[in-house]
């Protein structure tokens, strides 16, 4: 492919990042020095190179990771390399938040700004920010070449960074040789100027080792997914075998493929990511597929609002993600998996990369897992910034290094999903059931909960609630029962409304409190329960804020692809913000008639959930709760 590069040259720093991801180059025609006497007479390339394509996105994070941002000369190394278009390559690099494409200071303060942290005081923490240090560093740069300082530092507002149970929440960017990443909970005004002018995250203003904080055992009877958070050090498989790991999958080997599929579809497990697709089906649809390689994707690509239980397992029992794969991918027939982690979770990151390294030593992974003949591994990719990545075909785009746009289905993911090949999706918490699942058989875990809604469910409950975190409760608890687990609202405040589902769910009274969290209790009371968000407002939040930030969230993270959302999520946020500073056109009749009318459009015509969904909260606050025109509900 003829690409039609500048006559450019990486430096040094670039050169190296790239390398140490893609290897050093085999040719002068992508990317070495010209000259030898081979690459005269041949080129290296054609298929072997553009298999190489799913390469980009790791690339495209090491370069923004060694030098701070992404320049034109490091962009055309990585597209000699992968034979790559420029083009192409550019509209991958821009479309990630996380991805700089202008100059920029090497260390950057990502101070989230959604809803669970506003309130917490975020909007009060940005102000001193702006008072103090200055504006917020914009994500688009109004020139292309400028000087920036190599030892400065800048803040930028954030969506949710899967901290809301330790809000108000930050993410610490240090580029450099030896790159540093950190979320930052209970953010101060006094700590984010430490970080921006020391380079250091002050004591007391850091996760610490334990993902355990704020995990709070809701069950009645013994845990099946939180057992070893907390308890069992993370970074030790030793620890975790000690405590039981490994036993489900030397079962699953035990009993074959076939049982362990029919155990799951007993099990009557639905996905935990918010679809809640019967998981046994999933695997089924996989195993039967002729076609072959089948390919295993683990979505870890946490970042609806208000959810942070992934990162909870991720951090806290690596290892049994791990287990839960292999087991997994063995009945389905797949020989490679891939665990997509969203780019703000660098602790979960670094600590799978960890478990899958010792699984792969310890014959866990690889060709020949526990001397049995099954041959399973797992890749690490991690985001860089995009909500809609967690949609299960915009994944597959992100891993093949493409742009995260979700795809037309028909084909599902059974028949041709990544690379177009038969492909398993499942959330980090559906995965997790699976070693309980394995041990206990499927009618034991189709025992807990209630007939539609089987097993534990986490819930992460955040907002004006005394004791935010991670809750395990079995299927059927009402919401009031988990709002009192979690303490009840907070300082003796009323609760005005909760949303459950996330931005993408839906708002309830307060005198709706009796739901039974299933899904069948959802669907009965026009609910969700999503990825298992709780969020409690009281009195003393200004909810016309909170729904223009969910406005907000979506225009920014629509991927543009369609237009019902594209252009809708902008006419939406302009509707509310008309209505929060009072200059309605018709009134708020008129502004209503149109939300609806623009609402309807995205739901019905969008390709994926993300505009499907764009309207549900901000619906259910104005026609159910009534948050626009002074009808709160009953306060409870």
């Given at each position: ?406 795809r037309n289905k028909p084909p599902f993911p059974a028949q041709a999903g990544l690379f177009g090949l038969p492909t398993v999706v499942n959330n980090v918490e559906t995965l997790a059931n699976i070693p309980f699942i394995v041990l206990n058989g499927g009618a034991a875990f189709a025992r807990i909960g209630t007939a539609q809604s089987t097993g534990t469910r986490l819930f992460c409950l955040s907002g004006s609630v005394a004791e935010p975190g991670v ?166």
């Amino acid at each position: 492919m003829d690409l039609r590069l500048h006559d450019t040259t990486p430096t040094s720093d670039e050169r190296a990042a790239v390398d140490a991801v893609l290897g050093p180059a085999r040719s002068g025609w992508h990317g070495g020095e010209r000259g030898d006497e081979v690459d005269v007479r041949v080129a290296f390339g054609g298929r072997e190179l553009r298999q190489q394509r799913h390469m980009l996105l790791p690339a495209l994070r090491a370069l923004q990771s060694r030098v701070g941002w992404i320049s034109e000369t490091g962009i055309e190394y990585i597209c000699a390399r992968l034979d790559v278009p420029p083009a192409e390559a550019w509209s991958v690099a821009t479309f990630y938040a996380l991805l700089a494409t202008t100059p920029r200071p090497p260390r950057v303060l990502h101070v989230c700004d959604d809803i669970a942290c506003r309130c917490k005081g975020a909007e009060s923490l940005i102000a001193e920010l702006e008072r103090t240090v200055g504006p917020a560093h914009a994500h688009a740069a109004g020139a292309d070449h400028v000087q920036v300082d190599a030892r400065g530092a800048v803040w930028m507002r954030s969506p949710c960074l899967g901290m809301c149970d330790r809000a108000p929440a930050a993410f610490v960017q240090q580029a450099g040789l030896a790159p540093q990443e950190e979320l930052v909970p209970a953010l101060t005004a006094d700590a984010a100027r430490v970080i921006l002018r020391e380079g250091r995250v002050p004591r007391g203003a850091s996760p610490g080792p334990s993902a355990s904080a704020g995990v709070v055992h809701a069950a009645s009877g013994p845990l099946s997914l939180l057992p070893r958070i907390g308890t069992t050090d993370p970074a030790s498989l030793a620890a975790y075998r000690t405590a039981g790991g490994y036993e489900a999958l030397s079962r699953a080997v035990e009993i074959g493929a076939e049982a362990v599929i029919h155990e799951v579809i007993e099990s009557r497990l639905m996905g935990r990511g918010g679809a809640a697709f019967p998981t046994g089906r999933k695997w089924d649809a996989v195993a039967k597929q002729a076609t072959r390689p089948h390919y295993l994707v683990c979505n870890a690509d946490e970042s609806e609002p208000g959810t942070f239980k992934d990162r909870v397992l991720l951090e806290g029992d690596p290892f049994a993600i791990i287990e839960a794969m292999t087991i997994a991918g063995f009945a389905t027939g797949c020989e490679r998996g891939f665990l997509y982690i969203r780019g703000e979770y660098p602790l979960a990151a670094q600590r799978m990369q960890h478990a899958i390294d010792q699984a792969r030593l310890n014959g866990l992974l690889g060709t020949d897992v526990l001397g049995r003949g099954v041959s399973f591994d797992i890749e690490l990719r991690r985001g860089a910034g995009a909500y809609i990545c967690g949609e299960e075909t915009a994944i597959f785009n992100s891993i093949e290094g493409y742009r995260g746009e979700p795809r037309n289905k028909p084909p599902f993911p059974a028949q041709a999903g990544l690379f177009g090949l038969p492909t398993v999706v499942n959330n980090v918490e559906t995965l997790a059931n699976i070693p309980f699942i394995v041990l206990n058989g499927g009618a034991a875990f189709a025992r807990i909960g209630t007939a539609q809604s089987t097993g534990t469910r986490l819930f992460c409950l955040s907002g004006s609630v005394a004791e935010p975190g991670v809750y395990e409760v079995p299927f059927g608890t009402s919401l009031r029962e988990l709002i009192s687990l979690a303490g009840g609202p907070s300082d003796g405040a009323s609760i005005r409304t909760v949303l459950l589902g996330g931005a993408a769910g839906v708002f309830v009274r307060a005198d709706e409190l009796d739901i039974p969290l299933t899904f069948e209790g959802a669907r009965a009371a026009n609910a969700t329960l999503g990825s298992g968000v709780i969020m409690v407002f009281d009195d003393r939040v200004d909810m016309r804020q909170i729904l223009l930030r969910i406005a907000s969230f979506f225009r920014d993270e629509s991927c543009g692809q369609c237009v019902p959302c594209r252009v809708g999520t902008v006419r939406q946020e302009e509707a509310l913000h008309r209505i929060a500073c009072g200059a309605t056109r018709g009134g708020m009749p008129g502004e209503t008639a149109l939300l609806d009318e623009v609402g309807a459009a995205m739901r019905d015509a969008s390709i994926c959930g993300l505009g499907q969904t764009a309207y549900a909260a901000i619906e259910s606050a104005i026609h159910r709760v009534g948050l626009l025109n002074g009808t709160h509900g009953a306060s409870a």
